[in-house]
């Protein structure tokens, strides 16, 4: 019963992922263009706190329960897979353009950020309250600056989609964000259940299902944002969603209590994370494209990752 249970969980939480990632876009798209905002703005801030809700609600319940390891490591997680394995498929499928904004602000701005995140876990040991206060601060003043330093720019210019009223587009992107929250949960719960009844340990389970399902909605927005063209939403989405889940998620699960960080994250995972955020102006080049070739880099480099999480997870 239990497998038949996780089979429609799988399926449903999938069906979920693409009704949620549609809706999600097309409110984001038509309240960037009623507030005159650039699509990449919107992408950075609204879309990818949404996809990163599964993120939120997992660091939250592994903090309460003392699983520091599991809130710490499903934030470093995450973002190297958004990078690697993410940008990557998504570039194999579809080539993707990268707003100026992206190249010139967000990029920088997730690249201090993430060193910061590094700096702590490895000369702190841990993410001290203190620390994810001032994420938690430095998530908020990024923004409101990201939305007024983008209103009414140029880049702001023609949406691919009809006008639509403020109330609408509002419950589109609430209506999204909570399919696309319900789609991951399923989706991780049906997999973990599979997986087990086939005999796949708890380790294996836990760096790859877990990590790659709170991180489906992530993947479904961008890849359907990226096949219908919009691509300051399918790039903005990762760029925006990994500075999301260092300063906010981070920070709001540390404000309840100092989060010890594990000593294999921080003298490996972190430096991956680190990595592929750095390696990503080189990827997308003067171009400003993730073309094929840039794509089957990145997601070579995460499947190097994950070949050494999984030996390290053997022995």
């Avoid at 949404?50 to 997992?58: D, I, N, Q, R």
């Avoid at 997730?110 to 938690?136: E, H, N, R, S, Y």
Wanted: glycine share 14%.
């Amino acid at each position: 019963m239990i497998l038949i249970l996780a089979s429609f969980a799988v399926i449903g939480g999938l069906v979920l992922l693409g009704i949620g990632a549609d809706r999600l876009i097309l409110g984001a798209c038509a309240l960037a263009r009623r507030a005159r905002l650039p699509e990449a703005v919107i992408g950075a801030t609204i879309v990818a706190a949404g996809t990163s809700m599964p993120e939120l609600v997992a660091s939250l319940t592994a903090a309460f329960k003392g699983q520091y390891g599991l809130a710490v490591g499903n934030v470093v997680g995450s973002n190297s897979f958004n990078i690697g394995a993410i940008l990557g498929l998504v570039a194999l499928i579809a080539p993707m353009a990268v707003a100026s904004v992206i190249a010139k602000r967000d990029w920088w701005v997730m690249m201090l950020v993430t060193i910061c995140c590094c700096v702590a876990a490895v000369t702190l040991g841990a993410f001290p309250v203190w620390v994810c206060a001032l994420f938690t601060v430095g998530f908020i003043s990024y923004a409101v600056w990201s939305v007024r330093s983008g209103h009414g720019s140029e880049e702001a210019g023609e949406h691919p989609v009809a006008p639509m009223a403020s109330g609408l587009s509002a419950l589109w992107i609430i209506l999204g964000i909570g399919l696309l929250t319900a789609g991951g949960w399923a989706l991780v719960w049906g997999s973990i259940e599979l997986a087990k009844a086939a005999g796949v340990s708890d380790a294996i389970i836990g760096l790859t299902i877990v990590a790659a399902g709170t991180s489906a909605p992530e993947l479904m927005t961008s890849l359907l944002a990226a096949r219908r063209g919009q691509h300051q939403i399918a790039v903005a989405n990762i760029v925006g969603s990994n500075t999301f889940n260092i300063l906010f998620i981070l920070g709001v699960t540390g404000l309840f209590g100092s989060l010890p960080v594990a000593a294999e994250i921080a003298h490996r995972d972190v430096w991956w994370m680190l990595g592929f955020t750095l390696i990503l102006p080189f990827i997308w080049g003067r171009r400003l494209i993730i073309g094929r070739i840039g794509g089957g880099l990145l997601l070579g480099g995460y499947l190097i990752y994950l070949g050494l999480l999984i030996r390290s997870a053997l022995h």
